[in-house]
């Protein structure tokens, strides 16, 4: 059991089941392995951040969570029973959630449009505009995101609150995960802080979140555990509060003192 997973314990969180959990997770692309023999727990109301070099695996894993891809090998377990998860629409059944890198919003519609794109709530068989308009702005408001309206352009927004609309649609149904595929990239130093000012209250509303990233300062602002994946393999599981910045770099670059899976000192 490494570092992180006994400081887990002690703060109580290892103690109730994952609400999702990978076991021995391998995933090929051609001969490409992009996972292999990986394990994953993310419980709720804990950030899980996953980070790694390019080409480590990060958004492959994020993708297995989310149903997006089928692993080739290995158990997705879900409330401790094992599940295929085949699609993004068979993970959302079972209560996992993906807001995706490029947030795959229509620039075109509005923010309710685009929120309820694909789920609109009909009442007698016609759109319930009200009902969306006041879901939209409980959701939004449940992030603390600030939007000029909810009627108001995709195009219009800032980066920030474009992230904020993509997390508040995955929110839709009140799923138990949310894997968030690197939500701060490109963006600035103010809009990254309203980001993850969202990633905490989803945590504090009793999610789990699955939080894949390059920025170390992001995940160490937000995370309660990091995963670090080498050529992708599990090479480190961190409690983020006791784990300094040294330890997870030489995690990343396999150079220097790190964990090796089992807690042990490389």
Known sequence: MSTGTVAGAEKGTARRAPLVALRGVTHSFGAVRALVDVDLDVHAREVVAVVGDNGAGKSTLAAVVAGALVPDAGEVVVDGDEVALTSPAEARRLGIAMAFQDLALCDDLDIVENIFLGQELRRGGVLDEVAMESEAERLLASLAARVPSVRAPVAALSGGQRQAVAIARSLLGDPRVLVL?????????????????????????????LLVSHSMTDVQAVA????????????????????????????????????RRGGERS
């Open 181 to 209: 595929d690197e939500p701060t990239a490109a963006l600035g130093v103010t809009q990254t802080a309203e980001v993850l000012n969202i990633v905490e209250r989803v945590r504090d509303q009793g999610h789990g979140v």
């Open 224 to 259: 309660d555990r990091i995963v670090v994946l080498r050529r992708g393999r599990l090479n480190g599981v961190f409690d983020a509060s006791r784990t300094g910045y040294e330890d997870i770099i030489a995690a990343i670059t396999g150079v220097g003192p790190g964990l």
